[in-house]
């Protein structure tokens, strides 16, 4: 079974049967919300939902050090790559790819997208969510996203989803409840909250407005659950 390792933020690693790792959104030497450096993390993909520095930090000297594959958006692995990354998968909202571990789909995301690190803004590019197959079960990053229609697309397609909560950058837990009753997983696991007091939220108080349309797993930082 694959297993979900979450860091804190927006910030998890997927780790599948098999042992590959896919980190989503690297973001730990600056992150309040994990132990962890860079220098501690293995990856064979890294997934990034947009350029922001909170979720897009490390993921260059991650995969300079590992040799991982970055996934996203052709114009931010594009910039990875000017920037001595060798090995990226370059996609765009609404494509799909079946990669050795599973297939990915981008998903659109409304939220802003510069590029942290990026000084000319040439590689400003838009957001995205992962619709990940791995392993038989379907899991959905949203990413950082207000809440949007395109959610009901989902329905029907998705497991595990992970929601940002936090409010003021991402929809709160309102609209991200809203989200859950769109999308139908059978498991939702609340993410981007508590980082900083500006993204101060009550988990539970979340999983009440969920109700039961689906289970609420708040996996602390630091800890995982079986997908």
Not at 69 to 96: A, D, Y
Not at 147 to 160: A, S
Not at 192 to 219: C, S
Request: aromatic share 8%.
């Amino acid at each position: 079974m694959a297993k979900l390792h979450y860091h804190g933020h927006s910030t998890c690693t997927i780790e599948t049967n098999d042992g590959t790792k896919l980190v989503i959104d690297p973001f730990f030497g600056d992150n309040p919300m994990t132990d962890l450096s860079v220098g501690d993390v293995e990856a064979d993909y890294i997934l990034v939902s947009h350029g922001h520095f909170d979720h897009f930090a490390d993921c260059i000297e991650l995969a300079k050090r590992t040799n991982a594959t970055v996934i996203g958006t052709f114009e931010l692995v594009g910039f990875c790559q000017e920037n001595g990354v060798e090995n990226g998968h370059p996609m765009n909202i609404g494509g799909g790819h079946d990669f050795p571990f599973g297939h990915v789909k981008l998903t659109p995301a409304l939220h802003t997208g510069s590029v942290a690190g990026d000084d000319t803004g040439t590689h400003t590019t838009d957001c995205a969510g992962f619709l990940i197959h791995v392993d038989g079960r379907r899991v959905y990053h949203a990413g950082d996203t207000a809440l949007i229609m395109d959610f009901q697309l989902l329905k029907g397609q998705v497991d595990v989803a992970l929601l940002p909560i936090g409010d003021n950058f991402t929809m709160g837990p309102d609209d991200a409840a809203r989200a859950v009753g769109f999308i139908e997983p059978e498991v939702v696991v609340p993410i981007h909250y508590n980082t900083w007091p500006l993204i101060a939220q009550d988990p539970e108080a979340f999983r009440a407005k969920v109700g039961g349309t689906a289970r609420v797993e708040v996996v602390a930082p630091g800890s995982s659950y079986d997908l």
